[in-house]
């Protein structure tokens, strides 16, 4: 088993919760991470190498608290959320605007600045965030525009941070999905071919494979993960 925990936010989503059974299933050891420890709890009873910790990922203040007394040796950032539906200008762009910003970009420029310091010191570890397909087409975005720029934003961070790391044995990377086959998903979109869709176990696996030594000379990437979805 690699030594350290794996912090993973937004545990309780579907996302989420794939990836912690996905690295508990192979050996690692997780650290769950939900603003409501309760439900990641339940959603988590009875899996081995799994703790769940609740707290806001959005302050520097609970991340120091919580991870204080832990060895972490990676982290995939999960926790954002997905606003649209409208164009840019209209009704309701500001406040869309606001909450995408910061459950993407600033969830995860929190997250990099508590996490850093440790693999730093320690000259080890590698975190995974989470980006989209509209990240380097934001065309693709239209009807998103607060989305697909916040996620550009989140790469932009991933690479020009990963960089600012690389000597010092710590990687940085990203994934880029476009449709998650999610309920959620399935709901919202009922006229969509899921089939098309990026699975939840394979998007976990391909993080699960950046986490690990067998990516170790992997940093600064954005990996396409499209599915059946075109290229």
Known sequence: MEKGEIVVTGASG???SGVVRA??????RVIAVERDATRAAQAFAG?????VLGFDVSSQAAWQSALADSEISGAVLVAGTWKGGARLFEAGGDAIWSTVM???LETTRIALQALLPRMVAAKSGSIVAIGSRSAPRPWEGARAAAYAASKAAVLALVQATAAEVLADGVRINAVL????????????MPD???S???SVESLSGVIAFLLS???RDISGAALPVFGKDGV
Do not use: E, F, M, Q
């Open 14 to 16: 579907a996302l989420g």
């Open 23 to 28: 690295l508990c299933a192979s050996g690692r």
């Open 47 to 51: 899996i081995a190498n799994c703790r």
């Open 102 to 104: 910061s459950a993407n």
């Open 177 to 188: 999905p476009s449709t998650i086959d999610t309920p959620a998903n399935r709901t919202a």
């Open 192 to 194: 969509h071919d899921p």
């Open 196 to 198: 098309k869709w990026v």
């Open 213 to 215: 030594d067998a990516a």
